[in-house]
């Protein structure tokens, strides 16, 4: 008996080595799409997976509520400390202490934007600067990235660090909401600040971007894994926002990150109502139940 269960445990252990074994080679091109002539061509190595909007949805009610700190706990908790957090750099655009609008739970749509190589338009009449700004919009850096938008969609951009550029406008962001999307996440710049304060729409960038985008840069690739903030977002990946920054939760870790992170939130509620009585606040919505 004992040595059928030594065999049966070592089968078991065989088997699962062999699917991890396989998970990771699974990402591995075979002899074929190695070959110099299809590398050449360009190839993505890390997949993009696709859920359905119920999976998006099911997923982002056991985030609601939940703090980057919460999160990060979580993250910490199923051994992902330091992965995940985004650079401080970047930072909301507005914050609302009282109704906390500026805070944000999304399911990642990436977009990744470029310097260009083209040459600027010089020597144009505004006509003609008109059309070629035009065509830049439409034929270089078409937002097809928004077919993708839905409900619940966080956008993630990444974007060229260093141009001064507004990818991001008060045009195209309020269509973004439109369209379903509960914040927006960059890299690099926006434009139309005060606007964007004006209609309340989530937005963490680096800093303020002047400049459109044609002859500065362009569309690079969209719903690939892009970096943001010095860490990496795979579209499908959940995306919290807050005063205390960005947080990317791997997606086959957001149910288990999600259990423990509101575990953190719900003890840190009951515990600051108790001292909130000894200080004599009144309570707000942070602790409540």
Known sequence: MKK????????????FCWLGSSLVLSQVPDEKSSRPEVLRAGMNFIPTPVYSEAEDQQILE?????????????????????????????HPLWRDTERFAHRFVGVAVTARYVPTQQPPAVGLTTEAYDRWAGDWYEKRSAELFTRLIRKGTALVIE????????????????????????????????????????????????????????????LESVNRPVVCGGVLVVPGDIIVADGDGVIVV???KAEEIAKYARTILEQDKAGRRELYKKVGLKEDATIKK
Do not use: Q
Request: net charge neutral; aromatic share 6%; hydrophobic share 40%.
């Open 4 to 15: 059928f269960l030594a065999n049966r445990s070592a089968l078991i252990l065989a088997m």
């Open 159 to 218: 974007d060229s660090p260093d141009a001064d550029v507004g990818s991001i406008g008060s045009y195209n962001i309020l269509e973004w909401k439109r369209l379903g999307c509960v914040g927006v996440v960059t890299s690099g710049s926006a434009r139309d600040t005060d606007e964007i304060i004006v209609e309340r729409v989530p937005l963490y960038f680096k800093k303020p971007g002047r400049g459109i985008r044609p002859g500065r840069n362009e």
């Open 62 to 90: 056991l985030f609601r509520g939940l703090r980057v700190a919460d999160v990060s706990d979580g993250m910490d908790a199923v051994g992902l400390k330091n992965i995940g957090l985004m650079n401080p750099e970047i």
């Open 250 to 252: 791997p997606r086959a």
